[in-house]
C-alpha cells in the first residue's frame, strides 16, 4: 500500500522526484523496524526465512505463494470500484492527483522497484515488528488469544491510519492490513506478506499507468 499524500504536496511533481522519495520513504520505513526491533524488540527478521544455498528453493515458493495470495485482493478491489458511490468515485479521481500523474509516468520497472520496497518496509514494520510487539514477543502465536486479536487489530488500525488518502481508503488498507497479518501468523514466514503486498501494488500501479498513459490528455514524461 502507497501514500503519497501530505508528505508531498509541496515536493516538486516529477517522475525521478517522486520515485526516489517513494523508495527512500519505503526503505526507511523497513530500517525503522529493523533498528527498533534491535534496540527494544522484537526482532523482524526472526520472521524471515534464512538464507542460504539451501533455502533457495523455499524462498522462491513463499515469494509465489504470496503473490498467487494478492489475486484475491486485486479482484475484489476491482469488483468494488465498480460500484457507483462517491467514497469509490473519490478513490479512483486519485489518479487526476499531480503526484499521482508523475507517479504513473515512471516505467514498469520503476513502479515494480517501488512496489517491492513498500512491500518490504511496511511488513518489516507493520506485521514484522508492530504486531509481534502489541502480542508480547515474536512467538506470535505463543500468546493469549486476547493478545493475538488485539495485535492484529492495533497493527491493522495504524496500518490503515498511515494511508490517510481517503476516508475509504483508510478502511480498505486496514482490512488489508489484517489479510497481510493472516498470511504470517498462518504461515509463519513474513516474506508471504512481502510478497502478496508488493504484488498488489505492483499490479495495482501497472494497471493504473496504463490507463493513464492510454488517456490523450497525458502528458508525455
Known amino acids: 500500500?502507497?501514500?503519497?499524500?501530505?508528505?508531498?504536496?509541496?515536493?516538486?511533481?516529477?517522475p525521478t522526484t517522486v520515485f526516489l522519495w517513494a523508495t527512500t520513504f519505503e526503505i526507511g520505513l523497513g530500517l525503522i523496524a529493523l533498528i527498533v526491533g534491535w534496540i527494544i524488540g522484537p526482532d523482524a527478521r526472526e520472521l524471515l526465512p534464512q538464507l542460504s544455498n539451501d533455502s533457495v528453493g523455499l524462498l522462491l515458493w513463499q515469494i509465489l505463494i504470496g503473490c498467487a495470495a494478492s489475486l484475491p485482493m486485486v479482484a475484489l478491489v476491482a469488483l468494488l470500484l465498480r460500484l457507483p458511490f462517491e467514497p469509490i468515485r473519490e478513490i479512483t479521481r486519485l489518479s487526476e492527483d499531480d503526484t499521482m500523474k508523475a507517479l504513473l509516468r515512471l516505467t514498469p520497472i520503476e513502479l515494480i522497484v517501488i512496489s517491492a520496497c513498500a512491500g518490504v518496509g511496511e511488513e518489516l514494520l507493520f506485521r514484522g515488528w508492530l504486531l509481534p510487539f502489541l502480542a508480547g514477543g515474536s512467538n506470535v502465536l505463543e500468546q493469549p488469544t486476547i493478545a493475538i486479536g488485539a495485535s492484529i487489530i492495533g497493527s491493522s488500525i495504524l496500518f490503515g491510519l498511515v494511508h490517510p488518502i481517503t476516508k475509504l481508503y483508510v478502511v480498505l488498507a486496514g482490512f488489508m492490513g489484517v489479510y497481510f497479518a493472516f498470511l504470517m501468523l498462518a504461515t509463519g514466514s513474513l516474506l508471504i506478506p512481502i510478497a502478496t503486498h508488493a504484488c498488489y501494488d505492483a499490479i495495482q500501479l501497472l494497471i493504473a499507468s496504463r490507463q493513464s498513459r492510454q488517456q490523450p490528455s497525458q502528458i508525455k514524461r
Not at 1 to 14: G, R, S, T
Open 1 to 14: 500500500m502507497l501514500d503519497f499524500d501530505d508528505h508531498e504536496k509541496n515536493a516538486p511533481h516529477d
